[in-house]
């Protein structure tokens, strides 16, 4: 079993916005559907983002997440020369490849929305806005339809590589989770709204928060960081 200490986590979900930041909003407070709008990031945590707008809901469930783990902070601009991003999904960008196949038929194809048919394209977002420079991965897991219960490990993929990249001495610190979004049933998949990411440390590099111990045997290898935030 590897471990590593925790420095922040954050979770986005259809309640609303929470983290080892302190701050707590609720979607029907702030007036606005998971995951925000333009107006979210300046209201929630006083920050100017014109690029918000434009982001996929991958992303900005994921930026919203870091904001609320504090990521800016719990990290040096030089720490984060030495983290790596890895984040799991199982149903990856399937609302926006939804959303680009129905702009197919109007007169004007959705052409700014097809970079985000990529769920690496969200993780680059992170890389970008918070200076990470450490290696991105964008892990696929199979969702908890086949049955998780037989096989636990198909979640926390993205926590039990973060754990050996930091264990190998690969990266010095990383931010890992999981992200999946769809506002709507589709596909044969029912509306879901999540995105919980920790920052993660190699135990010499701080004391943290807590420690994040993987694999750690529970049916929702997050709950640990979820119950962190709220």
């Known amino acids: 079993m590897k471990s590593a200490t925790i420095l922040g986590c954050g979770i986005v979900d259809e309640t609303g916005i929470a983290g080892t930041r302190g701050i707590t ?46 990521l800016e902070n719990a990290l040096s601009v030089e720490q984060r020369q030495e983290t790596a991003v890895c984040i799991e999904t199982d149903l990856g960008a399937l609302a926006t490849d939804i959303d680009f196949a129905a702009s197919l038929s109007d007169e004007c194809v959705h052409a700014s929305i097809f970079p985000y048919s990529l769920t690496s394209t ?6 970008l806005r918070y200076e990470l420079r450490g290696p991105t991965m964008s892990m696929s897991v199979r969702d908890d339809s086949i049955g998780i219960e037989q096989d636990p490990t198909l979640a926390g993929e993205s926590l039990r590589e973060s754990l050996r990249m930091l264990d190998c001495g690969d990266v010095e610190y990383a931010v890992a989770g999981v ?52």
């Not at 690029?51 to 783990?69: G, K, M, N, P, Y």
């Not at 589709?186 to 420690?211: C, D, F, W």
């Open 25 to 70: 909003a609720n979607w029907s407070d702030l007036q606005m559907i998971a995951p925000g709008t333009a107006k979210t990031m300046r209201t929630v945590f006083g920050k100017k983002d014109p690029t918000f707008r434009r982001i996929d809901l991958l992303a900005r469930a994921l930026v919203l997440a870091c904001e609320a783990a504090d």
């Open 122 to 127: 969200s993780l680059g977002e992170l890389a």
């Open 179 to 230: 992200v999946n979004t769809m506002l709507e049933p589709a596909a044969g998949k029912p509306a879901i709204m999540r995105a919980v990411v920790t920052i993660l440390a190699a135990h010499e590099h701080g004391s943290g928060i807590g420690t994040l111990e993987w694999p750690d045997g529970s049916f929702d290898p997050f709950a640990q960081l979820i119950s962190m935030c709220r």
